[in-house]
Every structure is written in C-alpha cells, then in structure tokens.
C-alpha cells in the first residue's frame, strides 16, 4: 500500500514507530498532487513546498523525542474560504482572487500548533454557494470515481482531493449540505459538526447562523482525529459554545447495542433514486446486525426545510457578501465614473452567476414589505424543524437518511437548472437548520459505479455518538474501499 | 398665522470604554490614520465581533439616568448599507428591541427652575463607522477606519421640545449627565457627540402635528440650535406662501447658516434590519440591572434643585455649579466645612477662581487648592480680616502654593485695618483732595459716600475696612 492511500491514523502510527518519516510522507502525497491534480483539479493553491518545509520540522521534532500531537505530520488541506495567514484565500471568486489574510482562521492556528503539515487550498464553490463545485471562478474539479462526473458541493475540492489521495484529511464547511454531499459523491466521510463546536473565526462567512466548519477522510477514526483537533470553545467567536469535548477518536464503541436509530419517512419519498433507498436501507439493516434497533419516525416539516434554507441562508449571504465593493481588498473594476458606478462594476465583474442569484434573493427577502412573509416566517419554520428534531430525538439516539437524492451529477448536467441543483440539498439543509451535527458514510454504489452516501444525524453535541455508530458501521462493511488508481 | 415648533432629537454620544465594541483596539483619539483598527473593526472576511460588556453596562446606566425601563433580553441587528467608511457593508445596532427605552428627563427652563418632561423614546448601541478624509493632493477620497467600531449610544427623544431654546437645554442636560455618568468624553471638536434635528411646525393651537424634516451633519449644540430655527423658518416661509413641506432629509451647513436637500422620502433607504447572526442575545440579570442603578450619581438637575433650595443659590450659581462636577465637590466640600456663606463660596468659585481656571486652561485638579483653604479664606473675608480686595491676591497664591489663607494675609500684610487712628490720616488726606464730593453730598447726595470709601481704599492700598472707613467719611464731614 501506498503511503498516500494510508489513513492518518495509520500514518500516526508509522511516525511514531519510525517506519517512514513525515518528509516522505508529505512527499508521497506531493508526488499524488503531481501524478493526479491536473485530472481531479482539486487544488486552487499548491502549499507544497511549504508542505516539506513542515514536515521536516515534525520530524526534528520526533528526532528530538519531542511529544506530538496525533495528527502531527499529516498532510491536510484546506478549504479556500478559511483564512491561511498569508497564502491565498479566495473562497474561489474572482472578487478574492489576490486576497491574502493578514491572519490565520483559528482552525487553521489550532492545527498549525498541533504540526499539521498544510498541502494548499482546496476549490469549492463560489463563496461555498453550489452543490457541484462548478461555481468555482478558477476550475472545475472532477470526481476522482469518474472524471466526468462533478465531486459535489461546496467542498468539491476538500472530498475531491481526499479521495483521490492527494491529501490525507480536509476541512470543508458545511452550510446546507457543502461538507455531507461531496463526501457522498466521492465516496469518502464528512462530518458536520453541531453549530458552535468548531470556532468559525477566520472562515469566510456565506450564512452565518448555519456556517460550520468539518472534518473530512477516508475513514471515521481519521474524521473523529481531525475533529477532535479543531473543535473547542474560541472567544473570538461568540456562537461558539462552552463546553467539555472528549477525544472523540479513542472513545469509539465497538457494538450498537442500546442505540436507536431512526428512519424518517420523509427522507424516502419519491423524490430520491430507488437505488440510492435501497443502499440506505441496507445500511439500516447492517446496523440492526451490529445491534441498533430500527424505528420509524415522522419529522413532517422536512417539506418546508428547502425554502426555509434559501431564505435563511441567502439572507444572511446578501448582507455578508456586501463588504465585498471594491474599497479595501479584492477586486475592483478598471473604468469607473462615480462611487455607485464602481459598486455596480466590482460587484457585476467580480461576483459570479450563483452569488449574484442569492444576493439578490436575500436582499429581497429583507426588503421592508416583504420580511415578515419571507425571512420571519422562515425563522418560524426554523424553530419548528428544530423542535421536531428534539422531539424525535426522545426516541431515538441517531436518525438515517440518504445523503443525497442521486449520485453524482454530470459535469454540466445543472450548470442551467439551479433548481435542480437546489433540490440536491433536500436531506441535508434541516440539519443547519436545526444546528445539529450529522455524518456522510459510503454505503454502497450506483449504477453508474459512483458512491451512495447516507447520513447519520445526532442530537446537538452527539458528536461522540455519531461517530462511534459511523465506526461500527465501517467495521461490519469491512472499510470504504480504496483510492481510485486514476493514473 | 402664529405657529408652533415642533423638535425631536437624535443625539449619537461615543462612549469611553478603554476598548471598542466589537474587538480589543483601544477607544482613542487621534492616533495616525489607519493604525488604531484591527482585521475585526475592519470587517476583514472571517473576522467576527464580539461585544464589549463595559459598552452594554454604560448604556443601562445611561438608561437608568433617564427614567428608561431596561430590556433585559434584547438583540443587536444588521443596519445594512453601502458606504466606503463602513467597510462590512452593515452598521451593527439595534433595530426593535433597543437595550433601553420609554424614559424621561425633565430639563429646567427658567430662573425659577421650573421643568419640562422630555420623553426618551428609547437609547441603543451601536458601532461607529470610519472617516473620509478630503485632500487636495488627491482627486478622490480617502478613508482612515480608526474609528470603526468605536462604542456609541444613540438617545432618541420624544418630538416634545417646542423651541431651539428648549432644545439646546435638553442637549446641555444630556451632556452633564453623560458627564456625571463618566460614559462619554463628551468633547464636540471630536466629534464625540452628534445630533440629528427633527423639525416641524403647525399653527398655534392646532394638535395635528405638520410634516418634519430631518436634518444631519449638526456638529455642536450651537449649530442644533441655529439649524432649528434656520429649519423652523424655512416651513414657515414655505406654509406662509401657500406650498407644503416635503418629508426629507437634510444637511445642515453650519459655515453657511443654510440646510441642503441630501433625500427625499421617496429615496429614502431600505436598511433591511435583520438580527445580527454573529452575536448571541443580550440577556441582562435582574440583580445586574439593579446594581448599576444604584450606582447612579446624583444627577445635575437634582443637584440644582437642592443647590438653590438648601444653600438659597439663585438659579444661575446653582446651575454653572453643577455644570462641572469639580466645581460642584470644592463647592459641597466648603459648605459641609461650614463656617461662611454659601453664596459667598459660589462667588469665589464662580468668579475669581473660575476666570484663574479659564485664563491658564487648567482644571481645578491641577491647583493646589482646597475646601479647607478656601472657607478658611472666605471666613477671613467675612470676619473683616481681610478685604474682598486682598481675597483676589490671596486666591492667586493659595491656589499655586502649599500656604495658608492666614500665612498669605501675614506675610503680604493684607490684613485690613480696622484701627481708626491708623486710618484717620488717610481719610482727612482723601476728603481734602475731594471738596466736591464733598458739596455733593451735604447737597444730599449720598451717594457720593460709595466713591469717597473707594478713594480711601486705593490710599490704603486695599487694607483699610471699608466699613469703617465708610463711618470715619461720614463722620468727618458732619464735623466740618
């Protein structure tokens, strides 16, 4: 086995034993980014020379019998809306495209004191708004599984790259699905945590109250590692929540004795793929053999969660995405007559299709006339999702779902139906809504050979019960399969 | 047709906390352009605020201090804007549920001290935007962030001011109490508080209220003033002539003594307020809310009200007193030693050690002088040991050196003297060199007396007792 197709806890292990060293592993993953990015496309900044530069501090480090974090010398990589102190971060917009923080986000500190070695920024969506990643002002990335099909949405790049071996663990953010979905299409794992558990200073904001930073990997215990690395109370944010976090990575169950898991029949309806049900279903039933019981339950405002979304988040979004105007940083367009001209110019020019839709969405939804219909009446529905949520969570200890509807779509396939691409957020938007933790696993594959993801969703700060009912599922499926070989 | 003004007040007053409201810069003033912000008062991508406590508790004490009831559960929202001084695009502030409102503050009118109630509509916080800056050397303009994010409360009235004047005694009462309340520095030339005017008028006796204009960019309390009645004017010229005010916004132009269109109603902007994701909901203690209205100081009016009721100040005294709250302490400090007249306290205070202040642009702090020092020199006074006039000589000393009123009166021989032998010379010496006022005031003129004791005074180089001096004259000239 290849060193890049290695797990970070495996990869620990090696480190630790003196079987490789980090400059070889940072190497092995720089000669994947070599041998495969110009195919898979996952990568908007290389960091590899800085990655080296990294590694060989770790391993001076374990030279000097120096105690190390357990995700020291792991190469990871980054979504490009979390700010690197001095390494580009463009939340892949034209608007950003020269913009480097002055600051490092506080995952992104958080990581760097525990020696993580850093591989680049990873392509999303514009300002993570899209469930393709086609949104992406610089390039399209593919799906490592199929290069013609797209890897998912917003953190297109984030699964793309972990997937494909070209980064051993990812961060990705998770607004109504941006972290769940691409893990779905790529065949990897994402967890989005509870809103408040990971600080989200320095991560460059699309809809505050639903935003959320995560872990993404091959494996669980990789996603529970990396998790456990980044979450934690942050003053600098003031959603984020004080409270005691285990180690989420050592404290993993090995049975599903005493776990209920319950199956919303509204996640089943007609609009998702009988072959994605079927994947689902059979999931459920691999946890019964591991000796959860199955239960059926009702969360019936699932129905409204879609738009109560758009409104929410593209409201948030349009007040957001205002500071970019072209006065301070970013871009700003060329010829301009007069201070409202070079508004319109830099925001025309500089904002792609997408962003341009949600900003005029939400300023609408805000207008005065039209915020009591729209973005109060969304905040209602709001309280109601997460109370139903609360309510089924007295009977249940996990909730399954698929996903996504469908495996991965086409390149191009929704590049001129929004709506479609919309309706690809239904099973994971009441998750933000709610502010509730969630997990994406493989659970098989479609007809077209491409992953089937299905979803694990836990009551707020369940996180340890989650990720523990996720590994005792890829122990009874015997792992999520290999890297794609791609070369 | 007579009419009736109709005023409203906005008044925007910077808070002195050390910090700013939504991040860890310092609250000053001053500094270099552009080097007093941080990536969070910037409103860099990914940054997010987090509010400054001391900014909430200087807000409830404001509120307490005008009669407000405290929203103990409120939220901050989004005033959503485009403008290249306020770099994230939004202005946090509060939009429904402000962290104080229905409040009052009776403000006092005349001599007499008689008040009006002036309702509070409500106080809010909210963060201060950026400067632009004009230059010649440059075509377009410039920004300097340093004051983004500096703490402000907005205090918004009632339309229940009926005149500039009254107006103008509301803005003063506001500054003292931010001034007692040590919560702003209250210092206009930097532009630490601000007022938006709201003007209308009607005819007299009519309780339909006529259309009002807004008026902006009022830097000082003089220029509210002369905006109110330039605005007040201008509707009535504009009624008088048959036309009808039109609902907007403008700018007041002090150097020009004019106002300027800057909107109408129908431009008028949609700020589309939303709550503030970013920040959790202000959730205030009951015992919080208590404690910090039992550390309310008493407040000006009151402190004029007891000045002229228990120590008989006129209005006047009373009110220059409890205008500066170190005037006011040597002033209760004296009066609780005791031993003189208050009013001759609040003359001293008011007059020679007022004008001494004014003259080195110095605060009382920065003298040497005491409560102790100065009863001490005002029962010297009282007593005849010294004259009003020596006083003047003796201040200017006991307020600059570590000395006495008594060592000062020793040592510059100032007492008065009250010997007639000692000044009968100086009598007989004055009246001979006065044989008209003299004819004068057999003639029955009186009051010719008030000039010759003067005379006497300058020939006794200000030592002589006045009183005495008065009956050695009248003495005098009924033995001639």
Redesign the interface.
């Known amino acids: 086995m290849e060193l890049y197709e290695r797990s970070a806890a495996q990869l620990g292990k090696m480190l630790r034993a003196k079987e490789c060293s980090a400059v070889e592993i940072a190497q092995a993953i720089n000669d994947r980014i070599v041998a495969v990015e110009d195919k898979v496309e996952a990568y908007i900044t290389l960091a590899g020379d800085q990655a080296l530069e990294q590694a060989r501090a770790v391993d001076a480090k374990i030279a000097a019998g120096e105690n190390l974090a357990p995700l020291a010398g792991i190469p990871i990589g980054i979504k490009d809306n979390i700010c690197t102190k001095g390494v580009l971060t463009t939340c892949a917009s034209k608007m950003l495209y020269n913009f480097e923080p002055p600051y490092n986000a506080t995952v992104v500190d958080k990581l760097l004191k525990q020696n993580i070695v850093c591989t680049g920024k990873l392509n999303m969506d514009e300002f993570a708004m899209g469930s393709t990643c086609e949104n992406s002002y610089f390039k399209k990335t593919k799906n490592p599984h199929d290069l013609d099909y797209v890897p998912g949405g917003s953190s297109g790049g984030s699964a793309a790259a972990v997937a494909a071996g070209e980064a051993v663990l990812a961060l990705g953010s998770d607004t109504g699905g941006s972290i769940r979905e691409p893990a779905s299409y790529c065949g990897i794992v994402g967890l989005k945590p509870t809103y408040g558990s990971v600080s989200r200073y320095g991560l460059v904001a699309f809809a505050s109250s639903l935003d959320q930073i995560g872990p993404m990997g091959r494996t669980v215990e990789d996603v529970a590692m990396l998790y456990s690395a980044i979450c934690g109370h942050d003053p600098m944010d003031a959603t984020s929540v004080h409270r005691d976090y285990p180690d989420f990575a050592s404290g993993m169950k090995d049975d599903l004795k005493g776990i209920t898991v319950g199956i919303p029949k509204e996640y089943y309806g007609p609009g998702v793929d009988e072959e994605v049900k079927k994947a689902v279903m059979d999931g459920a039933k691999m946890l019964e053999s591991c000796g959860a019981v199955l239960k059926e339950i009702s969360l019936p405002s699932t129905d409204y969660a879609l738009s109560a979304y758009y409104i929410i988040s593209s409201a948030e979004a349009s007040s957001n995405l205002a500071r970019y105007d072209g006065v301070k940083y970013g871009y700003r367009c060329e010829n301009f007559d007069s201070l409202t001209d070079m508004y319109e110019k830099t925001r025309s020019e500089g904002f792609g299709d997408e962003v341009k839709r949600r900003i005029m969405l939400g300023t609408f939804v805000l207008s005065s006339g039209y915020f009591d219909a729209y973005y109060k009446r969304a905040k209602l529905l709001q309280k109601q999702i997460a109370d139903e949520f609360a309510q089924a969570f007295k009977g249940c200890d996990v909730i399954l779902t698929p996903t996504s509807p469908s495996t991965a779509f086409k390149l191009g396939e929704c590049t001129d139906d929004p709506l479609k691409m919309y309706a690809a957020d239904i099973c994971t938007v009441t998750v933000n809504i709610a502010g509730l933790p969630a997990i994406s696993l493989p659970c098989g594959k479609g007809a077209n050979g491409l992953p089937i993801g299905m979803q694990l969703i836990g009551s707020k700060m369940s996180e340890a019960t989650l990720l523990s009912t996720a590994h005792c599922y890829e122990k009874a499926v015997g792992g999520f399969g290999p890297v794609p070989k791609l070369v | 047709m007579e009419y009736e003004v109709v005023v409203g007040l906005e008044v925007h007053a910077e808070l002195s906390t050390k910090t700013k409201i939504y991040c860890s810069c310092k609250n000053s003033f001053g500094s270099e352009v552009n080097s007093n912000c941080c990536?969070v008062c910037?409103?860099?991508?990914?940054?997010?605020?987090?509010?400054n406590e001391k900014v909430v508790e200087y807000a409830v004490r404001m509120g307490h201090a005008l009669n407000c009831s405290i929203n103990r559960i409120c939220k901050q929202d989004?005033k959503?804007y485009?403008y290249?001084d306020l770099?994230?695009?939004?202005q946090i502030s509060q939009f429904d549920i402000p962290l104080c409102e229905h409040g009052y503050l009776d403000v006092i009118l005349d001599e007499q001290g008689n008040t009006k109630r002036i309702g509070v509509t409500r106080i809010h916080i909210e963060e201060d935007a950026g400067k632009l800056i004009h230059e010649d050397r440059f075509s377009g303009s410039l920004?300097d962030l340093n004051r983004c994010g500096v703490p402000l409360i907005e205090i918004v009235s009632e339309p229940d001011m009926r005149s500039s004047a009254e107006a103008k005694a509301y803005l003063d009462t506001i500054r003292s109490i931010l001034q007692y309340l040590d919560i702003s520095d209250c210092k206009m030339q930097e532009g630490s508080i601000r007022c938006d005017v709201n003007v209308s008028v009607h005819p007299k006796g009519s309780d339909k209220f006529g259309t009002r204009c807004e008026m902006k960019n009022v830097n000082s309390f003089s220029a509210a003033v002369r905006a109110i009645d330039y605005e007040a004017n201008r509707q009535i010229e504009l009624l008088e002539a048959g036309g009808t005010v039109q609902q907007e916004t403008r700018r007041w132009d002090d150097m020009r003594g004019q106002s300027y269109v800057m909107r109408s109603k129908e431009d008028a902007q949609?700020y589309?307020?939303?709550p503030e994701?970013?920040?959790?909901t202000i959730v205030l203690e009951e015992e919080y809310v208590k404690q910090l209205k039992n550390s309310i100081p008493e407040l000006p009016n009151a402190k004029i009200k007891r000045y002229m009721t228990d120590y008989a100040l006129p209005h006047f005294d009373a009110n220059l007193l409890a205008e500066n709250l170190d005037k006011a302490e040597l002033f209760e400090e004296a009066v609780h030693i005791g031993g003189c007249q208050p009013k001759n306290l609040s003359n001293w205070i008011l007059g020679d050690i007022s004008r001494i202040l004014n003259e080195k642009n110095i605060q009382l702090q920065d003298t040497k002088l005491t409560a102790q020092k100065l009863t001490d020199m005002v029962k010297l006074i009282e007593k005849g040991t010294i004259s009003n006039t020596s006083g003047k000589t003796v201040i200017e000393v006991i307020m600059f050196e570590d000395k006495s009123p008594e060592k000062v009166v020793k040592e510059k021989n100032l007492a008065q003297i009250s010997d007639t032998s000692a000044l009968d010379a100086i009598v007989q010496e004055v009246l001979a060199n006065n044989p008209k006022p003299i004819e004068d005031y057999k003639k029955g003129k009186t009051n010719v007396l008030g000039f010759l004791v003067g005379q006497c005074m300058k020939a006794s180089k200000g030592q002589g007792n006045p009183a005495i001096l008065k009956e050695l004259i009248e003495r005098f000239i009924q033995e001639a």
């Not at chain 2, 994701?277 to 959790?280: A, E, S, T």
């Open positions: 990536p910037t409103g860099m991508p990914g940054t997010l605020p987090t509010l989004r959503n485009f290249p770099p994230k695009a939004y920004v949609d589309r307020y939303f994701p970013d920040l959790l």
